[in-house]
């Protein structure tokens, strides 16, 4: 398979090596310093585009692969007011997508964990909920886009939360989500409910980025061929 990584830090020299590892050809590496070579890729000349960048530069590499006719997975968060747009274009253009905000697999078996637990507890109004998400000091959006996965989780069974906010919550009408950011870490979160006599957490732990990245390419592996907008649910299979 042959892949352009749109976007080439830290995340995208993990992917690289990952691909690689699994007999894949790196046939573009495309950050700021060449953006503009990313217009020379095209079906004849590459599968899939797998994207990792910067929230302010998300909406443009994906307007440009999906508009170019490229199969994209979309690891990068921040952005996702504008996701309809890029449905839409995918539909316009009868083209593929995959987005998630977490592409570990222990993540994702995490998201399932904490949307059963939700509803397990939104009966028992004596629980609050919150939630701390902690990142690395080179993560610029805040809160990420796993918490805010968790939290729509939340809000899906719980008929008393009406929102997530960043910080300021009371756990009973809105959910708090605390956004820690310290030196390398990469991604911690926390979900904790709290009564007057007990409290329920539950926590992930991610100790490199080999699980994203190993997660993205296996994306990248199983969106080839297809057509549509899909997600991790879709690659892993609904519960």
């Known amino acids: 398979m042959r892949i352009v990584l749109l976007g080439y830090g830290k995340m995208g020299k993990v992917i690289e090596r990952i691909a690689q590892e699994r007999g894949h050809e790196i046939v573009g590496r495309i950050d700021e310093t060449n953006r503009e070579s990313f217009s020379e890729f095209s079906p004849a000349t590459a599968d899939v585009v ?40 995918t539909a316009k253009t009868s083209g593929a997508f995959f987005y998630a905000s977490n592409y570990s697999i222990g993540v994702n078996l995490f998201f399932r964990i904490n949307k059963r637990l939700a509803k397990l507890i939104s009966p028992y109004p004596q629980y609050s909920v919150e939630m701390t998400e902690v990142h690395h000091i080179h993560k610029l ?99």
């Not at 302010?56 to 508009?67: E, P």
């Not at 719980?158 to 990469?186: C, F, K, M, Y």
């Not at 007057?196 to 490199?208: P, Q, Y």
Request: overall charge negative.
């Open 50 to 89: 797998i994207e990792f960048s910067h929230p302010s530069a998300a909406l443009q590499n994906l307007k440009d692969s999906i508009g170019q006719g490229l199969p994209t997975v979309c690891g990068t968060t921040g952005w996702l007011e504008h996701r309809s747009e890029i449905e839409a274009l």
């Open 141 to 239: 959006d805040a809160p990420s886009g796993t918490a805010i996965t968790l939290a729509e989780g939340i809000l899906e069974t719980n008929d008393r939360l009406s929102q997530w906010v960043l910080e300021e919550g009371d756990g009973q009408t809105t959910l708090p989500i605390h956004a820690v950011r310290e030196g390398e870490v990469p991604g911690t979160h926390i979900v904790t409910y709290q009564s007057e006599v007990d409290s329920i957490e539950i926590k992930h732990t991610a100790h490199n980025r080999q699980g994203f990245a190993l997660g993205a390419v296996v994306a990248a592996e199983w969106l080839v061929g297809k057509v549509g907008v899909f997600g991790m649910d879709d690659l892993l299979g609904e519960e």
